[in-house]
């Protein structure tokens, strides 16, 4: 099994930024793309970024320009920079990696860390 740990949230005013960071621990051998997703009240789970192990990345469009993701292999951790908040980012933000197993993809979760942006 893979445990998702997230760090970094909190509340910040618009226009600010906040780092997230994200350890994977336990049985992560094999672990393959790494990313965020987030869920405001009300709407669905959407992707917010992810990264291959090679480093390719994807972005949703909402956050590009604004937001980077890394990755450390080495450490097993994955990191979102979020500059330029804006009160529509306000969201649980959930870490998520994915691995292939002999009975096909799993998917991990973390169990999320709150970003809040005031106006």
């Known amino acids: 099994q893979v445990q998702l740990v997230e760090s970094g949230g909190g509340l910040v005013q618009a226009g600010g930024s906040l780092r997230l960071s994200c350890a994977a621990s336990?049985?992560?051998?094999?672990?393959?793309?790494m990313g965020w997703y987030r869920q405001a009240p009300g709407k669905q789970r959407e992707l917010v970024a992810s990264i291959g192990r090679g480093g390719s990345t994807n972005y949703a469009d909402f956050v590009k320009g604004r937001f980077t993701i890394s990755r450390d292999n080495a450490k097993n951790t994955v990191s979102l920079q979020m500059n330029s908040l804006k009160p529509e980012d306000t969201a649980v933000y959930y870490c998520y990696t994915n691995r292939y197993r002999p009975t096909g993809w799993a998917d991990y979760w973390g169990q999320g860390t709150q970003v809040t942006v005031s106006s």
């Open positions: 336990g049985d992560i051998f094999g672990i393959n793309t």
